[in-house]
């Protein structure tokens, strides 16, 4: 399915990004610090620009209303070829399976475009129904990381999942549809 229309952010989607992350706070947290003025997505939006990151939002394709956002950070190259995947979904689209859409498109443009071989998402434990997208996604736990992001102040655990590019083309084939969860894996807007 295509549902969903993924693509890089723009200096033009600030307010509606902005006004769908204040909707979405009590979403959000505890799991992720999802920007919410306009210093924050300049900030964001800067470093799409300028640094090794890609920033993504996720559109549905019928209406244009904000699915979520995805980032692809701390891209590095040479012999490592990997990055680290944050991302986060808006509750009105909770269940519909975007986000996981979200999460396969942006797994096709870094082992595709980006010529990424891995992908790799802390996530809370306690964030249950983010690590399901994960798994629907095809990604796979590889360990569990103390104190490893610092989120509204605190240092949280995470556990560490990962998808390669030659896993890519199984992923999420045994989970393609069900319920999407809480606003997603850590990681900053």
């Known amino acids: 399915m295509n549902r969903i229309e993924l693509r890089r952010v ?12 204040q909707a979405n706070q009590h ?12 210093a924050g997505f300049d900030a964001w939006f800067a470093r799409t620009l300028t640094g ?19 980032n692809i950070n701390e891209i590095v190259a040479g012999a490592f070829l990997s ?14 399976g975007m986000m996981g859409e979200a999460l396969r498109a942006t797994a096709e443009l870094a082992f595709g475009e ?6 790799e998402a802390n ?3 306690a964030n249950t129904a983010s690590i399901a997208l994960l798994r629907r996604a095809g990604f796979r736990k590889e360990g569990f990381s103390p ?6 102040g605190q240092w949280r655990d995470h556990e560490r999942w990962a998808l390669l590019a030659d896993e890519d083309a199984q992923a999420g084939a045994e989970g393609r549809a069900g319920a999407e969860g809480r606003a997603g894996g850590d990681g900053q807007a």
């Open 114 to 119: 980006l010529g990424l071989h891995r992908l």
């Open 52 to 70: 090794p990151n890609v920033g993504l939002l996720a559109r549905e394709r019928a209406s244009g209303r904000l699915v979520g956002v995805v």
């Open 27 to 38: 979403y959000h947290r505890p799991w992720v610090a999802s920007l919410t003025d306009q």
């Open 123 to 125: 996530v809370q434990p």
């Open 147 to 152: 104190r490893y992001l610092r989120i509204d």
């Open 83 to 96: 990055a680290y995947l944050g991302y986060y979904g808006m509750s009105e689209f909770r269940g519909s």
């Open 10 to 21: 723009r200096s033009g989607d600030a307010a509606d990004l902005i006004a769908a992350n």
